[in-house]
């Protein structure tokens, strides 16, 4: 079509849309145009950990994540000291991807075992005295500003989990928090990668109450606004489906205006609260499923991202109950992977390997046909696959996502894509 034609003149029947037509189209879909880009400004393209640790706030320690990473290796070599071995306990081919895999989690193990460190002051801490959690908040800051700020040796991600809003832990959450915060910025300020967690979530005003508070704390702290986000954990029915019939997470994440930064689905409390019992609890439960695809289409579009739960069977004990454990863990992973859930909770050191294995193998095994495919689409070339627009976003989305962990090499994507991470990330729309 001509220019002449797009600006306005008449075709080649005679009509044409008056100016006046295209003016009201444009104040109708002005306000629509920035309530989308509001709503929906995709991802922020920054790293997504593979998971996240969880550990008691009176059990955390300077040598906490050191601590992991040896007992993950001490485990991984106890019993899976060569890809045979590993391949035994998964019941997967060992063959070559397999023995890169294996090396790959161990030096994985050695560098960096934690991605995403939560300080629980909630269900993995309990009731304390008034005294004893103050002063347990205040030695986390400390811990966390001494590895985040002082030393650098804490993970990318480190933050904590309150007590939730209900009436009757509210206060002493509350006050958690504020000690924490307060506490980092008199230890040095708070650190690139602080995350904070807002568990039991009900209703979209206990998401507003922490809203306020955060705007109130970083106006008297001279913050940015906004600087401190925060993950809403959704463990209850009434997260899902409110008493009108609406979905309660869509409203969640409005309510946090602007500072939700994911939605972590927890395993156990959103099973309880369905009436599964407790030996049918897991990630996998059919009540699991709907809840996790409630929230993944929710945050779509949002740039809240979505972490799966945990399992609670520990990978303890003799080799073959080891290898059940890891077994049962390894397919729950990779059946999230496959879901795009690409996080979730880990709550033990044993953990940490089958964590590793299922997430580099995701990674590597697609490696190759989503380069060709991506390197097809950017040369126009065509292929066995003709992708859409949306399709390359998703492509560059798992190389990214693989390079981010550590599960592929940046020289190796560009090699088989012909592009380097600045054209990743632009393909990726980010």
Known sequence: MSQAKLDGSKSEGGASFSEAAR??????????????????????????PVHTVYV????????????????????????????????????????????????????KLEREPVEDLRIDFEDGYGPRPDAEEDAAAVRAAQLVAAAAVADGTAPPYIGIRIKCMEAAVRDRGIRTLELFLATLLAEGGLPA???????????????????????????????????????????????????????????????????????????????????????YQSMDHPVADHAKAVMQVAAA????????????????????????AWKLHHDLVRRSLARAYYQG???????????????????????????ARLAAYVAKAGGDVMDEPATARALSGYLLRGLDCGAVDPAEVTELTGLDRKQLDALAGR
Not at 307 to 313: A, E, F, K, Y
């Open 23 to 48: 003016a009201a189209v444009e104040a109708l879909l002005a306000p629509v145009d920035a309530e989308l880009t509001r709503r929906y400004p995709g991802d922020d393209g920054s790293r997504q």
């Open 56 to 107: 008691p706030a009176d059990a955390f320690a300077a040598d906490t994540v050191r601590s992991w990473g040896a007992q993950a290796l001490a485990a991984f070599d106890a019993h899976a000291a060569t890809p045979a071995q590993l391949a035994l306990a998964l019941g997967v081919a060992d063959d070559e991807l397999l023995a890169d895999v294996h090396a790959r989690v161990r030096a």
């Open 193 to 279: 990668g602080l995350v904070l967690t807002l568990p039991k979530v009900t209703y979209a005003e206990q998401v507003t109450a922490l809203v306020r508070l955060l705007a109130d704390f970083e106006q008297r702290a001279g913050l940015p606004a906004g600087r401190i986000g925060f993950e809403i954990q959704i463990e209850t029915t009434q997260a899902i489906l409110g008493a009108d019939g609406r979905a309660t997470v869509a409203r969640m994440i409005e309510a946090a205006e602007g500072r939700a930064t994911g939605l972590h689905y927890g395993t156990f409390d959103y099973s309880a609260s369905c009436g599964v019992g407790a030996a």
């Open 301 to 324: 579009g949002t740039g809240v991202r979505l972490s799966d739960g945990s399992t609670n069977v520990v990978p303890t004990g003799p080799t073959a109950q080891v290898h059940a």
């Open 345 to 371: 909770w880990d709550m033990h050191p044993a953990h940490l390997p089958t964590r590793y294995v299922a997430v580099y193998s995701f990674y590597r095994e697609g490696l190759a046909a989503a380069s």
